[in-house]
């Protein structure tokens, strides 16, 4: 009787292999789609800077957030953040691809290679990802974008995004910050004020919307312009 060919041991390994990443494609399928409905009770980027400043020693260091749903958000507020971060958001797919072919030419040109993210991009990589630039992140945040815009209408995409985009040091998502800045409720934030957060967004540890800078200021106009050229509030998705 023939003896039975030896099973090979890289099948094993392989096969262990491919049940973990069909887990985590499914966790992660999953995890996108409970947050179409359920508030996220933190994100990876404030998870993050709290690590970061225990690391560091500041204890004085915490995270001011609250979940404010899209109906006690001021109209001024998601189209100052669409005019100001993603002018073509109630259109693309989740990648602004002109934009990001524009900052690779540019830099070709000798130019520092901006960025060309897009607001869906942004809600994956603060609300799943870490810190830090590496083609491996670069190709998470590319797969999750690819998730929200599946999974998600644009309207929840951008009341995550005014959720969990970082206004200051510790003060994430328009709640907290119009309550801390102006004293206001998220409601009552008019276009001024608006735009005000919306300008601080490129660099929110350096630039202050409580104490904007000339630049700051500046920004905040050209933003209020830009959400007037736009149509206001009618420009974005229902």
């Known amino acids: 009787m023939p003896k039975r060919a030896p099973r090979r041991r890289w099948l094993r390994p392989l096969r262990w292999l491919g049940f973990l990443l069909g887990g985590w494609v499914l966790a992660g399928i999953l995890a996108v789609l409970a947050l179409r409905f359920v508030p996220p009770p933190v994100s990876a980027v404030m998870a993050w800077d709290w690590i970061d400043a225990r690391t560091a020693g500041e204890r004085g260091f915490s995270v001011d957030y609250r979940w404010t749903p899209w109906d006690e958000v001021s109209p001024a507020v998601p189209i100052a953040l669409v005019a100001a971060e993603d002018q073509k958001f109630p259109f693309h797919h989740g990648f602004d691809v ?16 901006r960025g060309a993210s897009t607001i869906s991009q942004q809600v994956a990589k603060n609300l799943f990802l870490w810190k830090g630039r590496s083609f491996v992140r670069k190709g998470l945040e590319a797969y999750f ?10 309207r929840r995409i951008l009341e995550v995004y005014l959720n969990i985009a970082e206004f200051g040091p510790g003060i994430y998502g328009v709640g907290a910050a119009s309550e801390r800045f102006f004293h206001v409720s998220p409601a009552r934030l008019d276009a001024r004020q608006a735009a005000l957060l919306a300008a601080v967004l490129p660099n929110p540890a350096r630039l202050h919307a409580e104490r904007p800078s000339r630049y700051v200021l500046e ?15 009618a420009y974005l998705p229902e």
């Not at 830009?226 to 509030?233: D, E, V, Y």
């Open 219 to 233: 920004r905040a106009q050209w933003i209020e312009r830009q959400a007037r050229q736009l149509g206001g509030a």
């Open 98 to 113: 002109e934009s990001i072919q524009d900052a690779l030419a540019a830099a070709d040109d000798g130019a520092r290679l």
């Open 145 to 154: 974008t690819v998730l929200i815009e599946a999974l998600w209408p644009k």
